[in-house]
């Protein structure tokens, strides 16, 4: 079983930088094609925010968050981290990470995944 924890969540100012992680305290993530990060604002619809391959080799950013945030794994510790600089108050949100299994998924949808974190709050006050 893949059971996925988030920590490092909280309150910054607008500039400032937070990191993101993502444990599973389940099985290693060998099993684990891909993880991915998503945020869901109050009102807003759940919305991808990064992605990274079971090798590390391969990365994906939304749009809004390109050039600010960076996602990477540590094999050794079974976690996923996603850096976040330069942060907005759009940004604020719950943040979510995902573990999927399957393989033949872009890693960009929901439903690309079948484990999911509690999710952690990141709030950016301007």
């Known amino acids: 079983q893949v059971q996925l924890v988030e920590s490092g969540g909280g309150l910054v100012q607008a500039g400032g930088s937070l990191r993101l992680s993502c444990a599973n305290s389940?099985?290693?993530?060998?099993?684990?094609?891909?993880v991915g990060w998503f945020r869901q604002a109050p009102g807003k619809e759940r919305e991808f925010v990064a992605y990274?391959?079971?090798?590390?080799?391969?990365?994906y950013y939304g749009d809004s968050v390109k050039g600010r945030f960076t996602i990477s794994r540590d094999s050794a510790k079974n976690t996923v981290y996603l850096q976040m600089n330069d942060l907005h108050s759009e940004d604020t949100a719950v943040y979510y990470c995902?573990?999927?299994?399957?393989?033949?998924?872009?890693?960009?949808?929901?439903?690309?995944?079948?484990?999911w974190g509690q999710g952690t709050q990141v709030t950016v006050s301007s």
């Open positions: 995902a573990a999927g299994v399957r393989r033949l998924r872009t890693g960009l949808y929901s439903y690309d995944y079948e484990y």
């Open positions: 389940g099985r290693t993530f060998g099993s684990v094609v891909m």
């Open positions: 990274i391959s079971s090798s590390g080799g391969t990365t």
